[in-house]
Nanobody, 121 residues
Framework: QVQLVESGGGLVQPGGSLRLSCTAS????????MAWYRQAPGKQRELVAL???????NLVDSVKGRFTISRDNAKNTVYLQMNSLKPEDTAVYYCNVKARHSATRIEYGYWGQGTQVTVSS
């Protein structure tokens, strides 16, 4: 069993900041790519940010210069620092981790439970 637990969401005014965390636990042999997705009401889920096991990052154009993705491999945790938040950032944010299960050694994508981020005045 592999579980991802997210935290850090909430209500913030435009221009504010939030820091999301996602920690993986369970029968994990190794973790490769870690990413953040978001889904706004009435829209499909989109990739927001990604970080490889080598530390390379990629962000969707709409958040470049405002968001930063990072990871702590010792803690099996990925973070999303969100600054200068805008109303259009409002969505449920989900983490996704590509991990190899300890028993099968097969890589699979695991999802967090989602955390609500609301940007409103």
């Amino acid at each position: 069993q592999v579980q991802l637990v997210e935290s850090g969401g909430g209500l913030v005014q435009p221009g504010g900041s939030l820091r999301l965390s996602c920690t993986a636990s369970g029968s994990i042999f190794s973790i490769n790519v870690m990413a953040w997705y978001r889904q706004a009401p009435g829209k499909q889920r989109e990739l927001v940010a990604l970080i490889t096991n080598g530390g390379s990052t990629n962000l969707v154009d709409s958040v470049k210069g405002r968001f930063t993705i990072s990871r702590d491999n010792a803690k099996n945790t990925v973070y999303l620092q969100m600054n200068s938040l805008k109303p259009e950032d409002t969505a449920v944010y989900y983490c996704n981790v590509k991990a190899r299960h300890s028993a099968t050694r097969i890589e699979y994508g695991y999802w967090g439970q989602g955390t609500q981020v609301t940007v409103s005045s």
